[in-house]
């Protein structure tokens, strides 16, 4: 007898459920791969997207190489930058995003540095607009009374003007070493902004100092920074690791190679665990 050329369905089913497959399966295989990529890369986007716009509006990480805001914040402290509050720019573009709140006085904040806006730097505000600063025997006076410094460091007992006395006379400006890094245009400046008071820090423009008073390259010798060039201000320390500031500057490419190696090598022995999580 011959066999049958079409099974009963009794048949066809046991031979689907014993492992051979169906004539649609291959289709079935196909479409379901097909979504499991696109949902990969969906999933890979939307993350790339959430980072960008954290970074761009959030937070964004940065590293100090210099230790003018020591012992506040020392060298090589990572920290995350909390840029939400001062209106975040828009990327590729002019605009920004309105602030939520202004600059205040004492407060630490991290800003394009004027003369190369490339460069981010992150010092204290003591002065904004309106106010008269003034520097005397290293003590800070703002609208004439003395300002509470628990925070500032020092590290030399001579005075020295434009350092320790601030403003210097107009006699003085002229006669300053450029070896004590005055900016000649902040020279030729400074004198339109200086009264018999003090310094007077025009409207939108602040007045900043690093804590270690006497290593820190700020307003004194550049002059006035614009609100508008805030980026943010430290939110904590998410890793802190212990090398010099010449190693974090370096931007030779064997030298970077180096540095690289080196972090690997001495992670654990380096890094300084208990400023994890410090906050400002």
Known sequence: MEPDVNPTPRAAEETVLSGSPSPDAPAKAKAAHGETAWETVRSLLVVLVGVLCFRTFVAEATVIPTGSMEKTIMVGDHLFLNKLLYGPQLPYTPWRIPPIRTVHRQEIVAFHYPLNPSTMFV??????????????????????????E????YQYPNMLPLRDNFPPSLAQIETLPAAWGLDPTWAREMPNAIKDDGLHVPPGYLFVMGDNRDNSWDSRFWGFVPESDVV??????????????????DEGLRGRLEFDASILWNFLKRTRWSRTGKSF
């Open 150 to 153: 628990p925070y500032v460091e």
């Open 123 to 148: 010092k204290r505000v003591i002065g904004i607009g309106g106010d008269v600063v003034r520097v005397s025997d290293k003590r800070v006076f703002v609208n004439g009374k003395p300002l509470g």
């Open 232 to 249: 943010g201000e430290p939110l904590f320390v998410f890793w802190s690791y212990d090398a010099p500031s010449r190693d974090w500057m």
